[in-house]
Structures are given as structure tokens and as C-alpha cells.
């Protein structure tokens, strides 16, 4: 199950990177972030591990993340894993005309049976939250300008 987001942000592409790549910043954009602990690797380097918590109500719960792909100013490309969920999650910067900068995000989840079935029933709410995480990405990095 894969779907994408995207949005343009009014800031140059050098101000969005940073936001988006700098981990002390998830607690501002990602929904329900606790912490974050590094594992292994160098923040944000090709290979490092990383453990984030957090919480949705009265559940917490351990993302494992591990980074595959870094191409600065131009994607960040990473492998999450919850239970038995796994994800890749793109994201991907394009510099605009007149200091905007273009992100979209995609995921992409590799599942299996039975969660498959719970996923499509849930795809809606998912996109829609995904959008929410990039629209508050954009308030925060424009109200930074």
C-alpha cells in the first residue's frame, strides 16, 4: 500500500532540508513524538539506526528507523519498522521559483496478511494525517522565515 503528499513551501530549499532533516525538530511536525534515540551510525547517515517513541492516547509504542538513502537538499529515504508494520517513507525536496520549495512525502508499506486488510480500511485516515504532518511542516517553516 503506497500513497503520497505533497505540498509547496515558501522558504528556500536550505531552510526545509534542515527542518525537515534535523531529528530535534520532530517533536514540532510529527504527530504524538516523544523522543528519539540514535543507535547506531551518525544521525541521519546511509545505515544508521534509530529508535523513536511515540504516543496516540493512552498507547505508546517504538518505531525502529534505519536510513537508506541521504541526497542533501534533495531526499531523505528511510525504512521504519513498528511491530510487524514495515514502511518506507520518501521524502523529497525540488527547489521553486521565487524561494518556494516543493516536498512530497511517500509511503509506502510493506504488508501482509491480516494487517493488509486493516491498512486499506484505514488508508483514507492515513493520507489525510500525512497531509496534516506536511501542512504543519509548512506553518512552522514558514512562520521561521
Request: proline share 3%; hydrophobic share 35%.
Amino acid at each position: 500500500m503506497k500513497f503520497t503528499n505533497e505540498i509547496v513551501i515558501k522558504s528556500p530549499i536550505a531552510r526545509v532540508w534542515h527542518f525537515a532533516y534535523e531529528t530535534g525538530n520532530l517533536k514540532q511536525w510529527a504527530d504524538g513524538f516523544l523522543s528519539y534515540e540514535q543507535i547506531s551510525g551518525s544521525i541521519r547517515e546511509k545505515g544508521s539506526k534509530s529508535i523513536h517513541t511515540y504516543q496516540v492516547g493512552a498507547i505508546m509504542y517504538l518505531v525502529t528507523e534505519e536510513t537508506l538513502e541521504v541526497v542533501p537538499y534533495k531526499q531523505l529515504k528511510l525504512l521504519q519498522q513498528r511491530s510487524r508494520e514495515i514502511c518506507e517513507v520518501e521524502l523529497f525536496f525540488e527547489e521553486k521559483s521565487g524561494n518556494e520549495t516543493f516536498v512530497r512525502m511517500t509511503y509506502d508499506f510493506k504488508l501482509r496478511f491480516p494487517e493488509k486488510i486493516l491498512y486499506t480500511l484505514l488508508w483514507p485516515y492515513s493520507k489525510i494525517k500525512t497531509r496534516k504532518i506536511l501542512e504543519k511542516m509548512k506553518v512552522l517553516v514558514e512562520n521561521e522565515s
